[in-house]
């Protein structure tokens, strides 16, 4: 089992920075990797970025050049914390983001509770 809790969203102008984080906990040894989705208003949920347990990343075309995820793992202090530094923001960029993570041999997914990012023009 891993519990995940994001934290970091917020009111944002266009042009502004905001940062994401994602604290997991519970099983975090057995994460393979951890990622952001988002998802807007009548929209389906959509991948932002993801990076894996030895900082492979991958990004979604349009966030490309403006957003950043990055990962803590710490075996002595028990932590697996992913971050997503979003700078540049844009109004289509307003949605609800979402942390996941990927776990164990089966790969099963788990999500946060998501953090609301509003992005004004």
């Known amino acids: 089992q891993v519990h995940l809790v994001e934290s970091g969203g917020g009111l944002v102008q266009a042009g502004g920075s905001l940062r994401l984080s994602c604290a997991a906990s519970?099983?975090?040894?057995?994460?393979?990797?951890m990622g952001w989705y988002r998802q807007a208003p009548g929209a389906e949920r959509e991948l932002v970025a993801t990076?894996?347990?030895?900082?492979?990343?991958?990004?979604?075309?349009s966030v490309k050049g403006r957003f950043t995820i990055s990962r803590d793992i710490s075996r002595e202090n028990a932590k697996n914390t992913v971050y997503l530094q979003m700078d540049s923001l844009k109004s289509e960029d307003t949605a609800v983001y979402y942390c996941?993570?990927?776990?164990?041999?089966?790969?099963?997914?788990?999500w946060g509770q998501g953090t609301q990012v509003t992005v004004s023009s």
């Open positions: 996941n993570a990927d776990v164990g041999g089966y790969r099963r997914s788990y």
């Open positions: 519970g099983s975090i040894f057995s994460i393979n990797a």
């Open positions: 990076i894996t347990s030895i900082g492979r990343t991958t990004y979604a075309d």
